[in-house]
């Protein structure tokens, strides 16, 4: 598993082809849920949008109006930070990024593990851990453990980042 490390004023990981696919797929469909199917009805769009004023829908709507296209838009160009940084073709390949393009792989990685989550039926205090356990017994190769495995592989690599920015 790629770890990030800092290299002076860089941050750098090494990625195997897998890693590179889904850090691909992952980016491509948080971009796509922003683009294509943005839709307040969806819990992704709803936790990656929460409602700032919760019990009072007019000032809510308001507070959208004005805020909402350049949120899109940054959280579209986080996602594409990760898909313009990643080796390009079916390769693996090293990752350099300066701190910019790295706090925007940070927030990227969260939105993804956001939308990931919500769709995962994941809540506070979840044992990961103990959910990849039932899953696995359940069914080895279900899509279930395949989404849960790269639900903690999105954090792995989010933490990494992070101890490489503090460091």
């Known amino acids: 598993m790629s770890m990030f490390r800092r290299h002076g004023d860089r941050y750098v ?40 004023y919760p019990d009072d829908a007019a000032s809510t709507a308001e507070f959208r109006r004005y805020t909402e296209g350049d949120l899109k838009t940054a959280k579209i160009d986080q996602a594409g930070a990760i898909l313009a940084a990643l080796p390009d073709g079916e390769a693996g390949g090293e990752v350099r990024l300066d ?42 190769s279900s899509s279930r453990v395949f989404q849960l495995s790269v639900y903690a592989y999105l954090g792995y690599l989010q933490e990494s980042l992070l101890n490489a920015l503090i460091d």
């Open 13 to 52: 990981a090494t990625f195997a082809v897998d890693e590179v696919r889904v850090l691909r797929k992952v980016a491509s469909e948080v971009v796509g849920l922003l683009t294509d199917g943005f839709d307040h009805t969806d819990p992704v769009v709803g936790r990656l949008f929460p409602e700032v």
């Open 99 to 140: 701190a910019e393009a790295a706090e925007a792989w940070l927030r990227a990685l969260n939105d993804a593990r956001l939308a990931m989550g919500v769709r995962l039926e994941i809540k506070d205090g979840t044992d990961l851990g103990e959910e990849l356990d039932d899953a696995v017994a359940e069914d080895p």
